[in-house]
């Protein structure tokens, strides 16, 4: 792999992406999309994508303009948001989803990235994402057609051998597989073209752990410096795992899920 991994335009870099791949996307609400990508990935034409991604966007926005156009076939995800679309094509049966717990999601592709098959943790233990029958896909009646089975769970001290413990703390958790793609999509402020990527504020959440379980991670930046011009110390995700690095430029259109503002003081009056 070439240490300069730039490409020229958000098309080359999705290019390759086929029909029936598995993406890992990077954002939290609408905070770090990778928007350029994911338009470039619409007109290129790929369908039956499985995507893992905290949320799909909205409705003409984000993730959301892929699903719209009927090109995901399952989603992994920790909220449903303001996708009036995502929730329609669920409960119509045209939409395999399998919800995670947020911090749950985040692990498991954290863990996949760092090459940990599987991890136990106590999210979901009593409810029926460790027990199984958690709707995954129904048919357009409304029947549930697919449920998520059950986990397997273990008993655990925490910090048993470690830290003087009473064993009556021993308690359940469940085993969460962790998860790697065959791509990644993600957005960040700055990169270099040895593929060094700087996130800003939430647009961490998701796209560090996402970048580092795709197979492939594909990077939108908004601005390309040379390598040697971003200090190691701000360094958020080195570039071992970038393959291909685009720059979008830093007038790209960046929304918000839900504005509120207060009211002028003339209104308020």
């Not at 106590?122 to 009646?141: F, K």
């Not at 959440?205 to 991670?217: E, I, K, M, Y």
């Not at 795992?241 to 009211?263: A, F, M, N």
Request: glycine fraction near 10%; charge should be negative; include cysteine.
């Amino acid at each position: 792999m070439s240490l300069d991994k730039t490409v020229a335009t958000p098309a080359e870099a999705v290019a390759d992406i086929p029909s029936g791949a598995s993406l890992a996307v990077g954002g939290f609400g609408l905070s770090g999309n990778p928007i350029q990508l994911i338009e470039a990935l619409l007109d290129q034409g790929a369908d039956e994508l499985s995507i893992v991604s905290n949320n799909c966007g909205v409705d003409d926005w984000g993730l959301g303009i892929l699903l719209g156009a009927h090109r995901i076939a399952k989603m992994t995800s920790s909220y449903v948001g303001e996708n009036k679309e995502f929730a329609r094509q669920y409960l119509e049966g045209e939409l395999e989803v399998e919800l995670v717990p947020q911090g749950t999601l985040a692990e498991k592709l954290r863990a996949g990235g760092a090459g940990i098959p599987a991890f136990y943790t106590r999210s979901g233990v009593g409810t029926q994402v460790a027990e199984g029958g958690l709707p995954m896909r129904y048919d357009a009646e409304g029947n549930v057609v697919k449920a998520s089975e059950a986990k397997p769970t273990d008993t655990f001290v925490l910090g048993e051998g470690y830290v003087s413990v009473d064993p009556a703390e021993n308690q359940v958790y469940a085993l969460e597989k962790s998860i790697v793609t065959d791509f990644a999509l993600v957005h960040a402020a700055k990169g270099d073209r040895h593929g060094n990527l700087v996130f800003t504020k939430a647009t961490r959440q998701f796209s560090l752990p996402a970048a580092t379980a795709g197979r492939v991670c594909i990077a939108q930046v908004e601005e390309l410096v040379e390598p040697g011009e971003i200090d190691p110390d701000e360094v958020h995700l080195p570039g071992v795992y970038v393959h291909r690095i685009v720059e979008v430029g830093k007038d790209i259109e960046k929304r918000i899920e839900k504005r509120t503002v207060r009211k002028a003081k003339e209104e308020q009056s």
